[in-house]
């Protein structure tokens, strides 16, 4: 059942990244869709900071994926699949040994990598409404 948020602004991100990680609570993959500047880099920061990471979190636009610490020590993943060419870039970076790692993985333009995404993740979907509201709706897929 797919559920709706809204941001009036980006104070709003980290209260609507704690929503979905607890109402989604044991999900590790979360595979992030909206058009470019919508947002989902600084949604994906919010969750990394929710989940105890003091890192800088940036869009790894040009080296696909970025590790993040939290203050356990466990790693953050966080890919952007939008520059690639060739769904064997995405092998040949270990991608199954992330996803497959038991840690929190977040994935800009998954709809890039369709076929390699797990059978269970988390979908969130952020529009761009006119008064520039971000509509976030996010859903269980498997």
């Known amino acids: 059942m797919k559920k709706v948020l809204y941001s009036k602004s980006p104070e709003d991100l980290p209260s609507a990244a704690a ?3 607890e109402e989604m609570s044991g999900q590790r993959i979360f595979a992030f869709y909206g058009e470019m500047g919508a947002g989902k880099t600084t949604l994906i920061k919010a969750f990394c900071h929710f989940l ?6 940036r869009s790894p636009t040009f080296s696909l994926v970025n590790e993040y610490e939290n203050e356990k020590g ?6 952007d699949f939008y ?8 092998y040949d ?8 790692s038991g840690n929190y993985c977040f994935l800009e ?15 969130v979907s952020i529009e761009v409404m ?7 709706t996010y859903a269980l897929q498997n």
């Not at 520059?83 to 995405?90: D, L």
């Not at 970076?93 to 497959?100: D, K, N």
């Open 83 to 90: 520059r690639i060419k060739r769904i064997t870039e995405v």
């Open 19 to 21: 929503r979905i990680l």
């Open 130 to 136: 006119e008064d520039g509201t971000r509509k976030i």
């Open 109 to 123: 333009w998954p709809e890039l990598i369709t076929e390699l995404l797990p059978e269970t993740y988390v979908y």
């Open 52 to 57: 105890g990471s003091s890192d800088v979190v």
């Open 93 to 100: 970076m270990g991608f199954e040994e992330y996803i497959y």
């Open 74 to 79: 466990e790693s953050l993943y966080h890919f």
